[in-house]
Nanobody, 116 residues
Framework: QVQLVESGGGLVQPGGSLRLSCAAS?????????MGWYRQAPGKQRELVAT???????NYADSVQGRFTISREHANDTVYLRMRSLKPEDTAVYYC?????????WGQGTQVTVSS
């Protein structure tokens, strides 16, 4: 069983920055897992934001490329999402994700609101 707990969301003005954290725990080998961040805006489907493989290979949605950075810290089984130059369209609930085989694991989500 894998537990994922996100934190770091909040209200920020356009152009501002936030850093989200996702702490992983449970029966897992964090170093071997691909970790990801997804988001879901009101009335929209959940979409991929960024992923970081166990080898450190990262992947970003076109909409956040150059503004967001995903990173992972193996020492404390945590993955981060650094968000800069935030836009109102980045407003969403952000979810941490991983999978082991065919089983998906999600965090509870953290709200990010970009508004003046």
């Amino acid at each position: 069983q894998v537990q994922l707990v996100e934190s770091g969301g909040g209200l920020v003005q356009p152009g501002g920055s936030l850093r989200l954290s996702c702490a992983a725990s449970g029966s897992l080998f964090f170093k071997l897992l691909t970790m990801g961040w997804y988001r879901q805006a009101p009335g929209k489907q959940r979409e991929l934001v960024a992923t970081a493989s166990s080898a450190g290979i990262t992947n970003y949605a076109d909409s956040v490329q150059g503004r967001f950075t995903i990173s992972r810290e193996h020492a404390n089984d945590t993955v981060y999402l650094r968000m800069r130059s935030l836009k109102p369209e980045d407003t969403a609930v952000y979810y941490c994700h991983t999978h082991r085989g065919s089983v998906d694991y999600w965090g509870q989500g953290t709200q990010v609101t970009v508004s003046s």
